[in-house]
């Protein structure tokens, strides 16, 4: 308790508006594909492509502002960003077509890789070294502690039927970005952030793109990455549709059966994070993501066997251990291994794993439109090949971390 109260206001300001905001979009945005499909009345593959799309734009927008959170300061940047996103959320409530959801989502990606990457730097900035690893998983259990009650509410407002929740949404963002403002005022400035804004004269988008290209564990983690998110990002995408198209569940019961692991997903992560975090951390990272590649890609498998409820709540465990091993400690290896400087492009760059996200709804898309709902077990086997490649990937870069290791200390 006492290593929490030492804790920056700011840190409890980023973690706290984390709680929130994630709330909001898991109440709003898990729903959008059923909503499009049942409601609109759009192709499982329209509907791929409109939720893909705001990864898309994160893919191509998430380095460009990490490194412009390096060049013109992080608070800066968090607050045209989440002005923007809460002008999204408010249009999202209005949209009537298809093309309009496309449009927003795009924008709703933009904005997300604006925010995010510079919310995690400042994060990193206000926190000494000794707290970060405390600091970064608190960041994460308020992302579960928001999505154990942003999907119930967004049953309870009908959100696969209605933009009711986008309007919640948009209201919550506006408050947070009135807070941060105040925030910002009462606190201009941190040592490290003063220390930064000194070299951040001397930053260029060749010299940004050469830090991280030069830094091969980086690389191959990244590279992993993309395939595990591609896998991962069948959780949000693939399988809601899936679900609702199920020709044995009636009407709305795919949707609740969707709330339902998506809260005990996060209920689970809530209740393993931290005794699974202190093991894992007596290892290297490469370590943990590995076994949560595996985990994943046999989640995938075990999803196109589930015929009940029951088996979709317990495979939802086990993709969930996958999930915890992969994320909790992403945060806490850029940090170490990014030069200060340069620690906004490197949380920036990681967005490069949005490519699995993009890619994840347009394949699963396909695959519904190819096969149909009936077909659980082949297009869940595909699924999970398609997020195999990671594995050999983060073993690449386990052996690279090794020998840079061994050169550190000799």
């Known amino acids: 308790m006492r290593t929490l109260r030492t804790l920056h206001p700011l840190a409890w300001t980023i973690i706290i508006g984390t709680l929130f905001a994630r709330m909001s979009t898991s109440m709003s945005l898990p729903f959008l594909a059923i909503y499009l499909t049942t409601t609109l009345g759009a192709t499982p593959t329209a509907t791929g492509v409109t939720v893909a799309v705001s990864s898309l734009v994160g893919v191509f927008a998430s380095f460009y502002g990490g490194y412009v959170s390096d060049k013109i300061g992080k608070q800066r940047v968090m607050l045209i960003a989440i002005v923007c996103w809460t002008i999204v959320w408010i249009a999202f409530a209005g949209a009537t077509a298809v093309w309009m959801f496309f449009v927003l989502n795009m924008l709703n990606g933009i904005c997300r890789s604006l925010f995010e990457p510079a919310s995690r730097a400042l994060l990193s900035d206000v926190t000494p ?4 690893v405390l600091v970064f998983n608190l960041r994460y259990t308020a992302v579960n502690l928001g999505i154990v009650v942003g999907p119930l509410l967004g049953v309870w407002m009908g959100s696969s039927t209605s933009g009711t929740a ?7 963002y506006l408050i947070y970005s009135l ?15 003063q220390k930064g804004n000194q ?39 693939t399988l809601p549709q899936y679900m609702a198209l199920l020709p044995n569940l009636s ?24 005794p699974l975090i202190g093991y894992v951390s007596h290892f290297s990272p490469a370590v943990s993501l590995i076994t949560g590649n595996v985990l994943i890609c046999i989640g995938l498998v075990l999803y196109g066997m589930c015929t009940s409820l029951t088996e979709f709540l317990i495979v939802t465990i086990l993709f969930t251990m996958g999930e915890v091993l992969l994320f909790t400690m992403m945060d806490v290896f850029i940090d170490r291994i990014a030069q200060p400087e340069w620690k906004g ?27 149909g709902a009936t077909q659980g077990v082949f297009i869940f086997l595909w699924l999970a090949i398609g997020c195999a490649p990671g594995i050999p990937l983060f073993i690449a870069a386990y052996r690279y971390l090794l020998v840079r290791q061994q050169k550190e200390s000799s």
């Not at 807070?179 to 952030?193: K, M, T």
């Open 129 to 132: 070294p000794e707290q970060k």
């Open 166 to 172: 986008f309007l919640v949404a948009g209201g919550i």
């Open 179 to 193: 807070i941060l403002v105040l925030q910002f005022r009462r606190y201009p400035a941190i040592a490290v952030a």
């Open 199 to 237: 070299v951040s004269t001397t930053i260029t988008m060749r010299k940004a793109m050469q830090a991280v290209y030069q830094d091969s564990v980086f690389r191959y983690v990244l590279l992993g990455m993309i395939f595990a998110v591609l896998g991962y990002g069948h959780l949000n995408s």
């Open 251 to 274: 009407a709305g019961e795919g949707s609740r059966w969707f709330a339902y692991m998506l809260t005990l997903n996060a209920i689970t992560v809530l209740m393993i994070q931290y």
């Open 345 to 371: 492009t490197y949380f920036g760059t990681i967005g490069f794993n949005n490519l699995g996200n993009v890619l994840a709804p347009i394949m699963g898309g396909m695959l519904l439109d190819r096969l």
